[in-house]
């Protein structure tokens, strides 16, 4: 089975923090998406990336940088963290453009 | 504007009652992905449809894509608590790229 493992289910951030949410898949996908979600809104994407060090903007990527070193991780950097950021955060995989995404569990992030 | 929009927001319906959750675009849908969410978690992948009539079962869910691959719908045979959640449609290519675009998802609540 698909593993897409997020590092932290529950944070609580300050203003201005910097935030890292890690992600990590264990089935060699060249494709990693990081979205949130928020109630009214659905889910939305931030930032994906088709390959290493490769990275593309989704649809709100203002407030937030991604890294991928490493093919299996995915990161995602809020670099002063904002109230306005506090939401649901997702990580997904897939092993290429038009093949299932697989979602991790999800990280809730307050920010405070 | 939605690109994908979903119907209804919630439902509620008695165990053992069946249901349909609809997911319409005003544009082709390339891949039809359905996805259920329990509150809080991530997005388990359900089924993926990208032929004009194509229909596939799993268990008591039924997923169908209309001929003109503008259309999906979701029924649930014979409801049972375990399918209460938020089901949520996503669809490639209606950005005018390769990003996976959702819905805003429906609230199914089985009542005993």
């Known amino acids: 089975d698909v593993k897409v493992t997020q590092s932290s289910r529950y944070l609580v951030k300050r203003t201005g923090e910097k935030v890292f949410l890690e992600c990590v898949q264990d089935?060699?996908?060249?494709?990693m998406f990081w979205y949130r979600q928020d109630p009214g809104l659905g889910l939305r994407l931030i930032y994906f990336?088709?390959?290493?060090?490769?990275?593309e903007k989704g649809d709100i990527p203002e407030g937030y940088s991604v890294s991928r070193e490493k093919k299996e991780r995915f990161s995602l950097i809020l670099e002063s963290a904002s109230t306005n950021q506090t939401s649901m955060y997702l990580c997904a995989s897939s092993r290429s453009f038009g093949n299932t995404i697989y979602f991790g569990e999800g990280s809730w992030l307050t920010v405070v | 504007s939605q690109e994908l929009e979903q119907s209804p927001q919630s439902l509620i319906v008695q165990e053992g009652k069946n249901l349909t959750i609809n997911c319409t675009s005003s544009?082709?849908?390339?891949?039809l992905y359905w996805y259920k969410q329990k509150y809080g978690e991530g997005l388990i992948f359900l089924m993926m449809?990208?032929?004009?009539?194509e229909e596939k079962s799993h268990e008591k869910i039924t997923a169908k894509l209309d001929e003109k691959k503008q259309q999906s719908s979701l029924h649930i045979t014979a409801s049972q608590p375990s399918h209460a959640g938020i089901y949520l449609c996503g669809a490639d290519g209606l950005a005018g790229n390769e990003k996976l675009t959702f819905g805003t998802g429906t609230r199914l609540t089985i009542i005993p």
């Open positions: 449809l990208q032929k004009g009539g």
């Open positions: 544009k082709t849908l390339y891949g």
């Open positions: 990336s088709y390959d290493v060090k490769m990275k």
């Open positions: 089935m060699d996908h060249e494709n």
